[in-house]
């Protein structure tokens, strides 16, 4: 006899497994969970296309919202998502045009101005990579939210695709970490060591943020290729694997991120004070610099730390009233974490004239160039 639950009464997550020998544990291989609704209750049912022993396994769900609440978390994260897409590539192609649209010949740099701008370059290139990272997590992330894990199917084509889903998420979510330490490390360094250069900034960011994240992402594969299919049919890391394969990481790195933004943060108080000493009684001041570089360090923050600190206080279980605290918390890292990429289009675009200037300048120099070969006079042939 089918027997309906009180719907109040269930806080909880489902999942249909049978006890596998060969592994010792409970596997979900070939099972579904079915949940049918009726008349403000639930009945819960398991369907599998092979005869082994199953079970009905219930796991109380710690970290739950209300109903509404949820609907609002998932529509604020594909908004903004979106518009954080958006902003990325708007940052990636300007970075690229700056590159390839030819400029006004200056005066020639040598020596240590020479190796100065160069560097200056290579950091440009690893903020460009950073955000190529961020745009490619983000479009794996909107595949993650719409792709749902078919525990029935036999092919093993939805496994793999699940398994690629969870791993590049895994993969770039690191990296983008990864690179916001380098770029973090590199102001920290300009402030620090002013007028000293270092060399091959762009390789050894790379070898760094694209070579680290590989040792957590293949000592999971190593271990089980199934701890990336969740059992709320999710493809993300879920249990032990997704503490120590992603949070543990990213508490590391953002606990890196925050000493290093407070060093800069002194560095760049020290510098204002000491550059506003040899300026005139009137301009003691500069209030309009000093706005924009606490605009600057702070969107780097909210960037690569304050977000997943919201994050994690998501995690923490509660009950009650405080749900709707954990909902708070949740809308803010959505509303943050969503809109990464266009904090850093806001920040190195909207916010720096400099950037916007020397974009102005060079596609006014490339208008001229196409007016002046439209105005060149074509060579006439005359017969006699």
């Not at 403000?40 to 296309?49: A, E, F, P, T, V």
């Amino acid at each position: 006899n089918e027997k309906f639950c009180d719907k109040r009464k269930v806080n909880s997550t489902f999942q249909c497994v049978f006890w596998d020998y060969d592994i010792n544990d409970w596997n979900s291989s070939g099972c579904k969970y079915i949940k049918i609704e009726k008349d403000g209750k639930i009945l819960h049912k398991c369907s599998c296309n092979h005869t082994t022993n199953f079970a009905l396994l219930m796991v109380v769900d710690s970290i739950s919202f209300c109903d509404w609440c949820e609907l609002v978390l998932f529509y604020v994260s594909i908004i903004g998502i979106c518009t954080s897409i958006i902003g990325l590539l708007v940052t990636i192609i300007y970075d690229i045009a700056i590159s390839i649209l030819p400029a006004k010949k200056a005066p020639k740099q040598t020596g240590m101005m020479e190796r100065y701008s160069k560097m200056s370059k290579e950091y440009l290139k690893v903020i460009t990579a950073w955000c190529f990272s961020l745009l490619v997590m983000n479009c794996v992330y909107i595949a993650f939210s719409f792709f749902k894990y078919d525990e029935t199917d036999i092919s093993g084509s939805q496994r793999a695709s699940c398994i690629a889903i969870g791993v590049l998420l895994h993969y770039f979510l690191l990296s983008s970490f990864c690179f916001s330490t380098c770029i973090t490390l590199i102001q920290l360094i300009i402030v620090y060591k002013s007028f000293k250069v270092f060399r091959f900034i762009l390789l050894k960011s790379l070898a760094f943020s694209l070579g680290v994240p590989i040792i957590p992402v293949a000592i999971v594969i190593g271990i089980s290729r199934d701890a990336y299919i969740n059992p709320n049919k999710y493809c993300w890391l879920h249990s032990l694997f997704a503490i120590f394969g992603a949070l543990v990481p990213i508490a590391i790195i953002l606990l890196i991120n925050l000493v290093l933004f407070v060093m800069i943060g002194l560095s760049h108080s020290n510098v204002i004070k000491k550059r506003n000493k040899y300026l005139h009684k009137k301009e003691n001041l500069d209030e309009k610099g000093v706005k924009q570089e606490v605009i600057l360090i702070l969107t780097c923050f909210v960037n690569t730390g304050l977000t997943w600190l919201f994050g994690f206080l998501v995690t923490i279980p509660a009950d009650g009233d405080w749900i709707y605290a954990r909902f708070v918390y949740g809308l803010i890292f959505c509303l943050l974490n969503a809109t990464q990429g266009f904090q850093i289009f806001f920040t190195y675009f909207i916010i720096s004239k400099r950037r916007r200037k020397i974009l102005e300048e060079k596609l006014k120099f490339q208008i001229e160039l196409i007016k002046k070969r439209l105005k060149k006079p074509k060579n006439k042939i005359s017969c006699t």
